[in-house]
């Protein structure tokens, strides 16, 4: 029964380089949810996808981060030209698909980017 | 103003000793609470809900005040495996937790 899967867990990337970080959810969760953490800090929203849909992005940054869940394979966060502040820990969280109400998210171990 | 608000601490604590700490909240919308547990550099786990009634988990209690706008949390009988990063976390809507920062405890034998 695995949880949800994040990789790669540790990414070094070079300033201008892209960063693609992966979460597969857990078996049966069709929500993704991904989440930056930057040291000393609390997470914060990033974006939500359901499956082939975004249904909020208004925690991503407008240029260089984009986000992705295809009908096939796993979620996908992308960041072009990385700089340093990119660096962090980026969590992601998957849900069960209902309405009204808070769903448990359960989350990924983590990608933590390094922007050398 | 931050959403969520937690003294980062850190609080020191011996064994077996009670701690609490408290997480204050700017949004009176806020419809759910949670306490999370974060360990050094791992994902963040639900610890728990918190009810308007407060609720109990084993060591645990957790306190909801809606009137001043804070949420708390009570350990008993504190064990060395409770160090860690006690992170509070509002639900806004459908799909938005809003996350404080934290409060890191250290229990010390």
């Known amino acids: 029964n695995a949880g949800v899967m994040q990789n790669p867990r540790h990414l070094v990337r070079r300033r201008g380089q892209e960063a693609r970080l992966r979460c597969s959810p857990m078996k049966g969760h069709s929500h993704v949810y991904w989440y930056r953490q930057l040291p000393e800090e609390g997470l914060k929203f990033m974006v939500y996808l359901q499956k082939e849909n975004i249904i909020d992005e208004s925690g991503m940054p407008k240029e260089r981060f984009s986000a992705e869940f295809p009908k096939e394979g796993p979620s996908i966060l992308r960041i072009q030209q990385v700089v340093r502040g990119d660096s962090a820990a980026y969590f992601c969280?998957?849900?069960?698909?209902?309405?009204?109400?808070?769903?448990?998210?359960?989350f990924g171990p983590g990608t933590r980017l390094l922007v050398l | 103003r931050k959403e969520v608000e937690q003294d980062p601490g850190p609080f020191n604590v011996p064994e077996g000793a009670t701690v609490a700490f408290n997480c204050t909240y700017s949004n009176s919308a806020s419809q759910s609470f949670f306490w999370y547990r974060q360990d050094c550099r791992k994902e963040p786990k639900l610890l728990m809900s918190?009810?308007?009634?407060?609720n109990e988990d084993g060591r645990f209690t957790a306190q909801l005040n809606r009137a001043s706008q804070y949420i708390s949390l009570l350990i008993r009988d504190s064990k060395l495996s409770d160090s860690a990063t006690y992170l509070c976390?509002?639900?806004?809507?459908?799909?938005?937790?809003?996350w404080g920062a934290g409060t890191k405890l250290i229990i010390k034998p």
């Open positions: 918190v009810y308007s009634s407060g």
């Open positions: 976390v509002a639900y806004n809507s459908n799909y938005q937790l809003i």
């Open positions: 969280a998957s849900s069960i698909p209902g309405t009204g109400g808070p769903r448990t998210q359960y």
